[in-house]
Structure formats: C-alpha cells, structure tokens
C-alpha cells in the first residue's frame, strides 16, 4: 500500500526559505515511474496543486509560487521534495503530498513575523 509521508513545515519568518520532505513508499513500480505532487490547503478552503512534477522530471507550478518554488525528487531514494523560497505569509497552509487518491498527512507551514 503506498503510503506518504511529510516533513520539514515549520515556523519561518516572511522572505524565508524552508524544504518540504515527502518519504513514499509501497509503489509497485519503481518510484521514477510516477507522477507526485505537492498541494496545499487553509482552513475552510478547497486543496489547491502547487507544484506538479511528472515521472519524467517535467514540472508545472501553481502561478502564485512560480519563481519562488521548486519541486524535485530523488527517485534512489523514493523521496520528493519542495524547496520553497521567498516565503510569504499567504502561503501559510498545511501542505500535502500527493499521488493519484493518496495523500500524507500533511505538514503545517507557517510563514509569520
């Protein structure tokens, strides 16, 4: 079963800078054969995709990080990741990682002076 684990939110200070971890695991295929996501959502909205990168590396952001962040992935060690940049304090969501229906828990990003 594939399961989906985040880490790395945390408190940081606007203009800052912060990695995001997602761990998988249980995939039938090599992880490089899959598509994963980052998504993000605040309290009383709906989840939106902020980052998007395919099995083959090609990647697409939301606009509103476009410029500020970076989606990769380590495909020997079934990792993906979200370096985000010049943080603002709109981008203070619980951000999830994501492939097909599964989801982690999420990790609590916080971007506050």
């Known amino acids: 079963q594939v399961q989906l684990v985040e880490s790395g939110g945390g408190l940081v200070q606007p203009g800052g800078s912060l990695r995001l971890s997602c761990a998988t695991s249980?995939?039938?295929?090599?992880?490089?054969?899959?598509?994963m996501g980052w998504y993000r959502q605040a309290p009383g909205k709906e989840r939106e995709l902020v980052a998007r990168?395919?099995?083959?590396?090609?990647?697409n952001y939301a606009e509103s990080v476009k410029g500020r962040f970076t989606i990769s992935r380590d495909n020997a060690a079934n990792m993906v990741y979200l370096q985000m940049n010049s943080l603002r304090p709109e981008d203070t969501d619980v951000y999830y990682c994501?492939?097909?229906?599964?989801w982690g828990q999420g990790t609590q990003l916080t971007v506050s002076s």
């Open positions: 994501n492939f097909g229906p599964k």
């Open positions: 249980g995939f039938r295929f090599p992880f490089s054969s899959y598509p």
């Open positions: 990168i395919t099995s083959g590396g090609s990647t």
